[in-house]
């Protein structure tokens, strides 16, 4: 069998650390990062400032990865990264970056040929909000508090059920299960992606990256054996270069080989385009003047009145598109 045919390869993976809690689903992004800096590279990765500002940043020491574990759902900065990862490449260090899809294609496409010392991670994508839309609403729920972090996938009630987590600086915290949040809503309802999510070129289970991971949902039915509260990820293992990689970490790692279809069949954003909720164009002339919350909630849980308006609002959009 060629490079080609024998690739991807698709694993059930976790790492037992404690990362493994900062991390959204197994933690495997953690343990390839650490791996990569204490041989002397450097790690390119999203990480998200105090007014919800996420950025890609290089991190060259351990203490600073913390910053990078983690999903930000949010559009990502990536300023001059892909520079800097082509300076560290010159000077024969070791790269790993983290990315979209649409970043990893992106860095693949500007490094070329020269892909020995660098590792390419990328992810099952539903597509990444408005970041505007995650600075009103940082702001919007603050309400002047200084905040300290924010955390998407607060993992305190488990994987499955993580939290939306705002840590102020005077010690409190707003915390909310994902399914009641607003700003949570309005994402996974595809309230607010960027316009190129949902025309995405970047599907598919064969990348240009070395690595995909995702969040293996639907393990329970597929394969209880291997459940784990504290999250456990799908790992596409896409070439012989990131093969080689995994058996250097390997040893930190529980691993399962697993049925693409599996994956897929619970998770179809490794597949499949996201498409924008015909309720967008209403959300997005509400929240400049009615704020975040409101605007989502005029459609997730409407008064009367705002029912109304949605049912025409989608029955004349319904009309008009046939
Ligand atoms: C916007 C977004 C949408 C996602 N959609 C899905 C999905 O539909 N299905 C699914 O199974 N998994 C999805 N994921 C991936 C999933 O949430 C986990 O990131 C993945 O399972 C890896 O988990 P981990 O525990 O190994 O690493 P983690 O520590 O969770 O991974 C952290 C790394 O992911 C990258 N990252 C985080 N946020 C961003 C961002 N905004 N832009 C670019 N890179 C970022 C960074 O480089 C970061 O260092 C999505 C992630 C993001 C950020
Ligand atoms: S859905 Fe596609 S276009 Fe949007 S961030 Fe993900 S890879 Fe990029």
């Known amino acids: 069998m060629n490079e080609v045919e024998r690739y991807p390869v698709c694993y059930a993976g976790y790492s037992d650390s404690d990362e493994r809690m900062l991390s959204s689903s197994g933690g495997i992004f953690s343990v390839a990062a650490k791996?990569?800096?204490?041989?002397?590279?450097?790690?390119?990765?999203?990480?998200?400032?105090?007014?919800?500002?996420?950025?890609?940043?290089?991190v060259e020491n351990i203490d600073e990865l913390s910053d990078l574990y983690g999903s930000k759902y949010a559009q990502s900065n990536v300023g001059r990264s892909y520079a800097e990862v082509k300076k560290y490449l010159k000077e024969g260090r070791k790269v790993?970056?983290?990315?979209?899809?649409?970043?990893?294609?992106?860095?693949?496409?500007?490094?070329?040929?020269n892909r020995e010392n660098l590792i390419i991670m990328d992810f099952v994508c539903h597509g990444v909000p408005d970041p505007e839309v995650l600075r009103k609403y940082i702001e919007e729920?603050?309400?002047?508090?200084?905040?300290?972090?924010?955390c998407f996938r607060d993992k305190e009630k488990g994987w499955q059920d993580y939290q939306f987590r705002i840590s102020y600086q005077?010690?409190?915290?707003?915390?909310?299960?994902?399914?009641?949040?607003?700003?949570?809503?309005g994402f996974i309802h595809d309230l607010y992606l960027r316009p190129s999510c949902c025309n995405c070129r970047f599907?598919?289970?064969?990348?240009?990256?070395?690595?995909?991971m995702g969040d293996f949902w639907g393990i329970q039915e597929e394969e209880p054996d291997f459940y784990d509260k504290k999250g456990v990820s799908v790992i596409l293992i896409q070439n012989e270069h990131a093969d080689n990689f995994l058996s250097e970490i390997r040893s930190d790692l529980f691993l399962k080989n697993i049925d693409v279809n599996k994956v897929i069949k619970h998770n179809p954003s490794l597949v499949k385009t996201s498409v924008e909720d015909v309720m967008s164009k209403v959300f997005y002339r509400d929240y400049p003047r009615k704020g975040v919350k409101w605007a989502v909630n005029a459609i997730w849980h409407p008064t009367k009145l705002y029912a109304v308006r949605n049912k025409l609002y989608r029955g004349l959009k319904k009309v008009l598109c046939r």
């Open 203 to 212: 599907k598919g289970i064969k990348r240009k990256s070395d690595i995909t």
């Open 170 to 185: 005077d010690g409190s915290e707003y915390k909310c299960d994902f399914r009641e949040n607003e700003y949570m809503h």
């Open 35 to 58: 791996h990569v800096i204490k041989t002397g590279g450097v790690v390119c990765g999203a990480a998200i400032d105090e007014k919800g500002n996420v950025f890609h940043k290089c």
């Open 141 to 150: 729920q603050a309400q002047g508090k200084a905040v300290k972090s924010i």
């Open 96 to 113: 790993l970056f983290c990315g979209t899809p649409c970043q990893a294609n992106a860095l693949a496409g500007i490094v070329g040929e």
